[in-house]
């Protein structure tokens, strides 16, 4: 999975190095690129942890209401935002993440060109696989429901990546550092996700959606079942994502946008 910042301004969620090159999630580079507007130079996001308050019925519509999706009679998205309503209601971290999403211009959702799913961050969209609106927990890799709180929470930090990006035209960074910034971003944003399940792990049972933790950037310890996260820390998510050449294709978006040596 990924976040990335690039000259389109798309996040990506998921493990395709190509797929992270084309689009944008985070940072890391040095030297003046493309002419482009000024970006923020504050990096700054949601919280990890957010303050429980209580929520109504128009609480969640007003969210609901900004969760445009591109064809209200298809069952999967209904589903969907059935279940972020129930995950609304139940962790404090996903509606941190929500009434952002909302208070900043809401989110259009539609079937898209991409791998599992990206978010347009200058069109405030996320575009969906044909295979993630399908999966309503059952198939494999990422579920319908667990792409969208990543994309969503992608969404909430977008003016991390937009700093990110501004900065890497006044060259703050270099490739190597461009890239570490943007996966921090998407780092955090797994944190955040694996917060959501911890919060809300009832009522995604509920919804058959309990049992795959692995999709929420967490692991079952193999004697106790406790979870823990999937990565020990920052720098072992880092390696990871070299690992996958994910990180590594950061770095070559950085040399095109930036026309650095």
């Known amino acids: 999975m990924g976040l990335c910042v690039s000259k389109n301004s798309t996040s990506v969620y998921g493990g395709d190095s190509s797929s992270a090159a084309s689009t944008s999630p985070m940072p890391q580079g040095a030297s003046a690129g493309p002419t482009q507007s000024t970006r923020s130079s504050v990096l700054g996001g949601l919280s990890l942890r957010s303050t429980a308050a209580r929520t109504s019925p128009s609480h969640w519509s007003s969210i609901r209401t900004s969760l445009r999706v591109s064809d209200p009679r298809d069952s999967r998205l209904t589903r969907a935002i059935h279940v972020l309503g129930d995950l609304y209601r139940s962790s404090p971290t996903f509606r941190a993440v929500a009434e952002k999403v909302r208070d900043e211009g809401g989110v ?62 006044y060259g703050a960074f270099n490739a190597s550092s461009y890239a570490r910034e943007l996966e921090r971003i998407e780092y955090n944003t797994s944190l955040s996700s694996a917060q959501v399940f911890e919060e809300a792990r009832g009522a995604l049972r509920a919804h058959g959606e309990g049992d795959h933790p692995d999709r929420w950037f967490l692991q079952e310890h193999p004697q106790s079942g406790a979870l823990e996260p999937m990565y020990s820390s920052f720098e072992d998510s880092l390696a990871y994502q070299y690992e996958i050449q994910h990180a590594t294709a950061y770095e070559s978006e950085f040399q095109r946008f930036f026309n650095n040596a």
């Open 108 to 169: 259009d959702i539609r079937e898209g060109n991409v791998n599992v799913a990206s978010t347009d961050l200058t069109n405030r969209a996320i575009l969906l696989s044909p295979q993630t609106l399908s999966n309503a927990g059952s198939g494999d890799g990422p579920s319908l429901v667990s792409a969208l709180v990543f994309e969503m929470n992608n969404l909430a930090r977008s003016s991390e990546a937009e700093a990110v990006y501004g900065l890497a035209q």
